[in-house]
């Protein structure tokens, strides 16, 4: 095991994470862009510049921070109150609207039910889940016209303005997922719109994540995390994250897990095993986690986490979509052409009780 001291060095351009070590290690990088310079930028320099940026920290870190992104503060905050209330209603009421089915993929999940993994062994993932489950509860939301599978909302009465916000949410990360993807493609030497036929279903998950408060005793297990250790599953995630923290994302070069410390009016955007599937490994999936953050004694022996809030919006493409290997991104494929729904329930499948 390597033992070292973090520093976190903030530039307007990017976050520099830097160990002090006795034997020196690459640094990461997690940059920080301003995305309306790609975004709302009328010169084709500037917005070719930026998708190179952020392809050139999607094949490093698979990470970035994207700052002046379009999505208004004032939503973000009412989408956040929103999900606040919903996870204040009683158990029952909850309850009442559980995830079913991996090919729907909506509903309640309660703590416990979900166990994220790297492991697509169902046994595997069910003996990790009995032994150290995540400590989150969630609420999966995804197109509300689906002819097939429906959202399970709760009534107006209970949750006033909950379903509206949400379903304008969903939308706005809609837009801004096509934006990024156009980025990508610029940068990769593509034509801006390469994407857009197969991604404009909107076949997307958003996720409302509640992370209680937990005694430190419970996180102490082997293997116990908010969230173990796992990358996602499409295209893009959209993470919106509050200032408690706790994400981490594991460093390429050392293995070592590094904070991505929450910065004000930023979202947090990584790749997923489909993209970098598509890019035959030329864009990184990076492991990432969710550790609890600095605690409250409540006791002699026993601490407290304080509670967190966070909405990730899972970008897929259409499902109908067959993914190889993108041009300019190799001459071999390492992957056989996969079905995107295909892949995306399969994931799902053994990741759930």
Known sequence: MIFGRVSILVRPSRIILKRHLSTPAP?????????????????????KKTADEIVSAFKDSGFVYLYNHGVETTEVQNAFQKSA?????PSEVKHNLAWEDPRSNRGYVEIGRERVTQSTDPAEIAALR??????????????????????RWPSEQLAPGFKQTMLDFYETCHELHVHVMRSIALGLDLKEHFFDEQIDEKCHNMRLLSYPPVKTGLLQHEGQARAGAHSDYGTLTLLFQDSVGGLEVQSPHTGEFIPAVPIPDTIVVNVGDLLARWSNDVLRSTLHRV????????????ALTPKRQSIAYFCNPNFSAEVSCLPNCGDAAKYPSVNA?????????VTYT
Do not use: C, H, Q
């Not at 709302?40 to 320099?45: F, N, Q, R, V």
């Not at 009995?130 to 959202?151: C, H, L, Q, Y």
């Not at 550790?291 to 026993?302: D, L, N, R």
């Open 130 to 151: 009995e032994k150290a489950p995540d400590f989150k509860e969630t609420m999966e939301i995804g197109r509300d016209f689906d002819s097939v599978w429906k959202n």
């Open 341 to 349: 729904g295909d892949y995306i329930v399969g994931r799902l499948a």
């Open 27 to 47: 640094s990461f990088t997690i940059p920080v862009i301003n995305f309306a310079k790609y975004r709302t930028s009328t010169s084709p320099e500037e917005k």
């Open 85 to 89: 209330e919903f996870f204040s209603l």
């Open 291 to 302: 550790v609890a953050p600095a605690t409250e004694k409540i006791s002699e022996t026993e």
